[in-house]
Nanobody, 118 residues
Framework: HVQLVESGGGEVQAGGSLKLSCATS????????MGWFRQAPGGERDMVST??????????NSAKGRFTISRNMPKNSEHTLYLQMANLRSDDTAMHYC??????????WGAGTQVTVS
């Protein structure tokens, strides 16, 4: 049973920081490109950052220099994806989703965690 469960969202003031986590199970985490996406009300779901199975990292221009994606893959234990977000701005306000893909399309989505910057 595939699970991606996000946590760490919340409300912060502009300039503040949050660290999102995505706990995963039920698929071969090490073989997937993992990523964070976000969707503001009325907007599209856009990529924020991805990390490939080989560890190649990409960021959207809006995230460069402010966000850091990372992952923890201990043996015989739950694998987790993170997104450290700093210097948050009001336009970062969105539902943030964890995703896993092994092709050009996303295979699995989490339910999302809300980030609100005031």
């Amino acid at each position: 049973h595939v699970q991606l469960v996000e946590s760490g969202g919340g409300e912060v003031q502009a300039g503040g920081s949050l660290k999102l986590s995505c706990a995963t199970s039920g698929f071969d985490f090490r073989s997937y490109t993992m990523g964070w996406f976000r969707q503001a009300p009325g907007g599209e779901r856009d990529m924020v950052s991805t990390i490939s199975a080989r560890g190649i990292i990409k960021y959207d221009n809006s995230a460069k220099g402010r966000f850091t994606i990372s992952r923890n893959m201990p043996k015989n234990s739950e694998h987790t994806l993170y997104l450290q977000m700093a210097n948050l701005r009001s336009d970062d306000t969105a539902m943030h989703y964890c995703a896993a893909s092994c092709t050009q399309y996303v295979s699995f989505w989490g339910a999302g965690t809300q980030v609100t910057v005031s």
